[in-house]
């Protein structure tokens, strides 16, 4: 099992808009081959950095899943309203 943290820091005043569109990728993701969980967090005080915390059966689902054309389409209402280019840290057991 690993889990895949996902760092984004969304533009000024789009805070709203980039809920709709994360929302409507986890939903997507949920149907995804191999995925267990996930959240989303918002930074305390910071709310244009959000943390999304995934876990995946293990590397190959989520490989799959971030190369999928499901999630390209849904990345395409995401990444317009982001300031940089989201960050993915992948974790596994020890």
Not at 2 to 31: H, T
Not at 36 to 62: K, N, V
Request: aromatic content about 10%; overall charge negative; hydrophobic content about 40%.
């Amino acid at each position: 099992m690993i889990k895949v943290l996902i760092r984004r820091r969304i533009m000024p005043g789009l805070e709203e808009e980039y809920d709709l569109a994360a929302r409507s990728a986890m939903r997507a993701s949920i149907n995804a081959n191999g995925f267990i969980a996930g959240e989303s967090l918002c930074e305390r005080h910071y709310p244009e950095r959000r943390l999304l915390i995934t876990q995946w059966r293990d590397l190959a689902a989520w490989k799959t899943w971030y190369r999928s054309t499901e999630r390209e389409q849904v990345m395409q209402y995401v990444l317009p309203l982001l300031v940089e280019d989201e960050e993915v840290s992948l974790y596994e057991h020890c």
